[in-house]
């Protein structure tokens, strides 16, 4: 076997095998059992508790879940804008990095806050450390807390017989901080920096370099950040070329290692799933649906950066190694294209190549990953993706088959399967609508075009398809959560920054309210007892019928769009 192939084998295989440990650990911290770290962190969760005057133990509906969410969320916007907006004269700004503009420190703040993590700005030029640490880093934790909180809500509902009592936000949200985020992005930070990874609170270390030419290298508190970037599917770069960098990412094995913590939660939340509802078929089935979808975008990727530019290839330059261009030799083109895949169909979005000098095939796979948007997903918030899809399967299958359509137990009716398809809905009605407005304004240079950026045309770097698939790639990777970019595009001007900013704002809520809202409605109903003419779900033949559902949806939604950007680029270069 191909080295490369047999690297992203073991990659994925070790995620597997870390993550069904790692679920049944978290199933029990939610089911509220014992486990070995509680010496550690019961005194450390009390004492938070007893500060802040919340009693962990008393029992919230879905709708105290939700006001709680939101509530915590906004004081938390508020905290992270007034230090973006001040980090120029606040302390731990060793380089003088300057304070952000309202536009650029609001479609950061936002996208931080909601687990997006889409930068307009360079890391090591545009944020202080504060900004970096008690701004950026803090909603790492804290963005991610708040979307497995979510979905520990979700797993309550889906538990329950009959109930309105769904567990503590507060609970669930603080030991998905303390007891899974923090151990596995501390550990993961201290093989980071005994491989390179720079942690320190100075300023930047001037060099001279062999060829005599002087240079001053950013550094900083880097591995923390890096560690809690990829565990919790956050992505947001430390450095601007973000896990391209040498020293994000300086050699195979933390790039391997980085590789396996962008999707090692959200596979655990699947088998933790499973515990925590004593359904392992269930788990299996969501599992297997999201593993299919996951190897049907990686295969083809992977071949095509392997296989090389045919553009390039056809001016005579050797690609024995693949489409190398934007990529690091170190990781190489294998390599490179499985973690494209695996951090766009997670909400991650962090890059180890250009994602502009991806082959158009490659590209295109990567947003219909985003456009999917629930083949593993993000920390607790990919499940719930997930769990839209599957009560719309269970609608259409009770349909197909003339039986009340039944989910666990609770029968599945108007109300969820309206909240479902408002949801479902959503994801393509932000990302097309966002594109289309970009591309008049680029096409015909208006007048509010102009407002916003001087001339709409200067977005571009590319024209033509590619250009289309800047745009498109943006909005997709907005509306996704997931913060990855065509560096092709200019996005740091107010246009972007404000419509971005708002696309986050709804498709990172609407998606948490709408399952939240499903599951509190499907728990508060009558449990009905299975029989022969239950509808099973935790069959293949019910997973098929899921990816189905997906497959027609995204196929009807996006692939109009695709076809103008990446697959038309693409069959103009094959032609």
């Given at each position: 076997m191909?080295?490369?192939i047999?690297g ?5 295989f ?21 486990t070995f770290?509680?010496p550690?962190?019961?005194p450390i ?12 133990s ?17 004081l938390?916007f ?8 001040n980090?120029?004269w606040?302390p731990l700004?060793p380089?003088?990095?300057p304070s952000?503009?309202?536009?650029l ?11 997006c993590?889409l ?5 090591e030029?545009?944020?202080s ?23 520990a ?8 017989r009959?109930?309105e009592?769904?567990g ?5 949200f603080?030991?998905?901080c303390?007891?899974v985020?923090?151990p ?16 320190t609170?100075e300023g930047k270390?001037?060099?001279?370099s062999?060829?005599?030419t002087?240079m001053?290298?950013s550094?900083?508190p880097a ?10 599917t956050?992505g ?8 391209a ?7 195979y ?5 980085e ?7 959200p ?23 999201m ?12 071949v095509?950066?392997m296989?090389?530019?045919?553009a390039i290839?056809s001016?005579?330059i ?9 990529k690091?030799?170190r ?11 695996v ?9 180890n190549?250009m ?8 590209g295109g796979l990567?947003m ?6 629930s083949?593993y997903?993000g920390?607790g918030v ?5 769990y839209?899809f599957?009560?719309l399967a269970?609608f259409?299958?009770?349909l197909?088959?003339?039986r009340?359509?039944?989910?666990l ?14 949801v479902a809905?959503?994801h393509?009605?932000?990302i ?5 407005l970009?591309s008049?304004?680029t096409?015909h240079d208006?007048a509010?075009?102009?407002w ?5 045309s ?6 033509g398809y ?7 790639y943006?909005?997709t ?6 913060g990855s ?7 740091n001007?107010p246009?972007?920054n404000?419509s971005?900013?708002i696309i ?7 998606p948490?309210?709408?399952?939240l809202a ?22 293949s033949?019910f ?18 769009a695709?076809a ?8 103009t270069?094959?032609?």
């Open positions: 191909n080295t490369e047999l992203i084998v073991v990659m994925f070790m995620t597997v095998v870390l993550a069904v440990p790692l679920g049944k650990y978290i199933a029990k911290i939610y089911a509220g059992e014992q770290l509680d550690i962190f019961n969760e009390h004492f938070f508790f007893k500060i802040s005057g919340i009693d962990p008393e029992e919230m509906n879905w709708k105290q879940h939700l006001y709680a969410l939101l509530t915590i969320n906004l938390w508020f905290l992270c804008f007034f230090i973006l907006m980090q120029g606040l700004n380089d003088k990095n952000m503009s309202p536009d420190a609001f479609n950061t703040t936002i996208s931080f806050l909601v687990n993590d930068q307009s700005y360079s890391g030029t545009g944020i450390y504060l900004g970096q640490i008690a701004g950026l880093m803090f909603f790492m934790f804290v963005s991610a807390g708040t979307g497995m909180a979510a979905c809500m979700v797993f309550n509902a889906m538990k329950e009959q109930t009592q769904l503590n936000f507060y609970n669930y603080l030991k998905s303390t007891r985020l923090f596995i992005s501390f550990i993961a930070a201290i093989v980071l920096i005994f491989n390179g990874v720079p942690m609170w270390a001037h060099h001279t062999l060829q005599g002087s001053d290298v550094r900083g591995a923390a950040f890096i560690a809690i970037k990829q565990c919790a956050n947001g770069g430390f450095f601007g070329t973000n896990s960098h040498p020293l994000e990412n300086p050699t094995l933390t790039n391997a290692v590789c396996i913590l962008i999707f090692l939660i596979i655990a939340m699947v088998f933790a799933l499973g515990h925590y509802l004593s359904r392992k078929k269930l788990a299996w089935m969501v599992l297997g649906v593993t299919i979808g996951f190897i049907i975008l990686v295969v083809p990727a992977v095509q950066e296989k090389g530019n045919s290839t001016m005579g050797d690609q024995t190694r693949g489409s190398m261009e934007g690091e030799t990781i190489g083109s294998a390599a490179s294209g499985f973690w494209t895949i951090t766009t169909v997670t909400s991650n979005g962090s890059a190549c994602l502009d000098s991806l082959t158009p095939l490659t990567a219909l990953g985003m456009m999917i948007n083949l997903g920390v990919g499940f719930l993706n997930f839209v599957i009560i269970v259409i299958s009770g197909m088959v003339g009340t359509p039944e989910f137990g609770k029968k599945v009716e108007a109300r969820e399967v309206k909240i479902a398809a408002i809905i959503l393509p009605l932000m097309l609508t966002g594109t289309a970009a008049y304004f096409a208006t509010m075009g102009y916003f950026n001087g001339k709409a200067g977005w571009l770097g590319n024209p590619h250009g289309f698939s800047e745009m498109l943006q909005f990777s907005s509306a996704a959560n997931n970019g065509f560096a092709g595009l200019s996005a001007n246009f972007w404000i971005t900013g986050m704002i709804f498709t990172r809520y609407i948490i309210i709408g399952p499903i599951a509190g409605l499907l728990a508060q109903k009558k449990y009905i007892p299975e029989s022969s003419g239950t509808l099973q779900t935790d069959t033949i997973g098929t019928m899921v990816f189905v559902v997906i497959l027609i949806i995204a196929a009807l939604s996006f692939f109009p695709l103008l950007g990446p697959f038309a680029e693409y069959f270069l094959i032609s």
